[in-house]
């Protein structure tokens, strides 16, 4: 006796909130793609609170800093962002810099709770950390890799900061650190 497969759609047919869930465990060029499955689907991804870009998955970096621009010029700035993954592991020039810069204070102005910037093979030491993150209120996990920070004359405020992870980040005066 054989079963026939039941051919309706039953994951387009769940509340957007448990699609929003299930995307969210995606990167967020791989969420993007999902736009394709239906009408319904076209602007699920947008709305997602988690916003996770990896470089790897992009042959250059422009199409890298078009991609993540698109995804924040595309979403409504109202929509609160909990988590925003950046990793960056190929070698660009420090010019690149300003668009790390304005992709963290895009994050920073739509509340975000957790940011990880992973930022590897930058000509010189590294990236030098946004000062946004340091007015970023409502921060709650910081995840820093392969940053220089110098905060001689930033005020460093984390009133909801619980955890915190530096990686590789080099401070450039040894004052600083305790500051931070």
């Known amino acids: 006796m054989s079963r026939s497969i039941p051919t309706k759609d039953r994951i387009s047919s769940l509340p957007d909130p448990i699609i929003c869930r299930i995307l969210s465990f995606l990167s967020t060029k791989l969420a993007a793609t999902t736009s394709v499955l239906s009408?319904?689907?076209?602007?699920?991804?947008?709305?997602?609170?988690?916003?996770?870009?990896?470089?790897?998955?992009?042959?250059?970096?422009?199409?890298?800093?078009?991609?993540?621009?698109?995804?924040?010029?595309?979403?409504?700035?109202?929509?609160?962002?909990?988590?925003?993954?950046?990793?960056?592991?190929?070698?660009?020039?420090?010019?690149?810099?300003?668009?790390?810069?304005?992709?963290?204070?895009?994050?920073?102005?739509?509340?975000?709770?957790?940011?990880?910037?992973?930022?590897?093979?930058?000509?010189?030491?590294?990236?030098?950390?946004?000062?946004?993150?340091f007015s970023c209120r409502t921060l709650v996990v910081l995840h820093l890799h392969g940053l220089t920070a110098n905060l001689s004359r930033v005020v460093v405020d984390f009133p909801l900061l619980k955890t915190l992870h530096l990686g590789n980040v080099h401070f450039a005066r040894d004052q600083c650190l305790p500051k931070f």
């Not at 991609?67 to 925003?84: E, G, Q, T």
């Open 39 to 133: 009408k319904r689907w076209e602007s699920i991804w947008l709305s997602l609170p988690p916003l996770h870009f990896d470089d790897e998955s992009f042959k250059s970096f422009s199409s890298f800093r078009n991609s993540v621009s698109n995804v924040f010029l595309s979403r409504n700035i109202m929509l609160p962002l909990r988590s925003f993954h950046l990793i960056s592991s190929k070698a660009y020039n420090l010019h690149h810099s300003h668009d790390v810069n304005r992709f963290v204070y895009a994050a920073v102005q739509r509340g975000i709770e957790n940011l990880n910037l992973k930022i590897c093979n930058m000509i010189s030491f590294g990236l030098k950390l946004p000062l946004s993150i």
